[in-house]
Each structure stands twice: as C-alpha cells, then as structure tokens.
C-alpha cells in the first residue's frame, strides 16, 4: 500500500506535520492500519470516506481553499463559467467525505487507461515523459476541462480522428517533454454532478513555465477545442 501511493502531488500528510517516516508509519499502524496510511492530509482538516475502509489509488480529490500544498497564483476561467479564487489547493488521494472548512469547492477524477493513444504514441510517450512532482518542478496548472454534448455524441474513431489526426494533440504535447509531466484524470463517469468532464494537472520548473504557456495556447487554438465549453486554468506553486 505504502509503495503504491502517489505522493508527488503534494498529498504526503508527512511534510505539512513534520513527522519522520518512521513516526509516521508507527503512529498509522497504530491509528488502524490501511485506512489511516495517511491517504488523507491531517493538516487540512480533508477527510477520507471511512466506509469499506478501502482508498481508491486512482482517484484524487483537488479541494480549493485556504490549506494545501499549493498556493493559487491565478484562476482564470478560459471558456464558460470560473471557479472562486481561492488561495490554496490540496491534492488529496482518495475521496473528501465533505469540504472542509474555507473549502470553496472540491473537484474529483480518477486515473485510467488510455483511449486514444496508438502504440507507437504510447512507446514515444512513455519513452519521454516524466512523473509528477521532480523537486525542481515547483510550478503546477490545474486545468478542468468540460466537452459539448456533440463531442460525446461521436464515435471512438471521430473522437480520435479529431484528437490527432485534425488536432495533433499527442504530437504538439510530446513537443513540451520531459519538461513538463502531466496526469490525466477522468471525471465523466463518476456521476452526473461533476462540474468538469477532465481534470489535467501538469508540473514543470519556472524555466518551462513560457513553454508551458506557447503549447497550451497551441492546443487551444485546435479543433479539438471547438468541443470546449468550459475551460478553467488555475496556476500554482509549491508551497516551501
Ligand atoms: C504535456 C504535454 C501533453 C501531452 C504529452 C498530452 C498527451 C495527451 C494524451 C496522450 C492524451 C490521450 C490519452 C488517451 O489515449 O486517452 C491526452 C488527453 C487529454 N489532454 Fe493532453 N497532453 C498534453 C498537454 C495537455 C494540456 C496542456 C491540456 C489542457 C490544456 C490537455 C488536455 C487534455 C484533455 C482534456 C485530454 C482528454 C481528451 C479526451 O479524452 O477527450 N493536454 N493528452
């Protein structure tokens, strides 16, 4: 368990309490085991679903508000409606049972496999890219993005046919690797209440942060974004 998580992104309950691994891994055991191996920042005052016990890996809970690891430089909505500025951002893994106090909203997604992606995309991909929180990359986007109904009205292979073919998505991203590393996280099918259909979060160093800025501006100016009707970008950096 303890192997498997993720704490790149600024969720390690560890660096905002001060403890030392092995406090910390004593003092959870004794807590209860699993469900208290710290997939939730006791700092923030964001809790975990109790229920089954059981944390899904894959699911991240980003929770707009005054504690996390991430200070909010800006949110600027792109296309359609914003979200409150705020002026901290947790990333939590696992689900937040209820928003915590100063909390203006809280957005979720899960991991997946992906849908797109050629072989040959994937190797390229996976040949350069790198993961989420390198110490050096003390600059993060949060971007959730909401597609039109016309978009999910199409095929696999329309979809796919204006990702790449028309769009150049993976092919203009790859460009903008290993400097900046992402996470994809899908929110579509975890219900009808979420705000966004993806969350995409990406990291790099301040000295990508014009790159950044040229390929986002890139991928909005695709036909891809023609299915966009909601677009916020928020922009942070790393708490020392
Ligand atoms: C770091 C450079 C980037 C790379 C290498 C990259 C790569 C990819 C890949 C490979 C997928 C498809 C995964 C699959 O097969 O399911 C994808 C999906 C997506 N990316 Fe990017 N991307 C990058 C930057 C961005 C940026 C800056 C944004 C937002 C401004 C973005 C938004 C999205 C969205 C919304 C999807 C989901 C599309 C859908 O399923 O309809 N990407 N990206």
Known sequence: VIEKRDDSAGND???ETGQSRRTFLTDAVAAGGVAALGFWNTA????PEKGAGAVNPRLFTFVGGKVGQWSVVSVKAVIGDPLPGVERLDIVTGAVAALPE???WMLRGVTSNDRYVTRDEKDRLIEKQAALGRPEATQMALIPIRKNAKWWALTQD?????FEEKSKHVTIGLKYLPGVARRLHHCRDL???ELFD???????ATTDSK????MVA???????????????DIRLVRVS
């Open 158 to 162: 329309e979809r796919r046919a204006l």
């Open 44 to 47: 923030s005052g964001a809790e």
């Open 198 to 204: 993806f969350l995409t979060l990406f990291d790099f």
């Open 102 to 104: 100063g909390g203006k």
């Open 218 to 232: 890139e991928l909005r100016a695709t036909e891809e974004w023609k299915f966009v009707e909601r677009e916020v």
């Open 13 to 15: 309950p560890r660096r």
């Open 211 to 214: 790159a950044f800025d040229d």
């Open 191 to 193: 219900g009808d209440s």
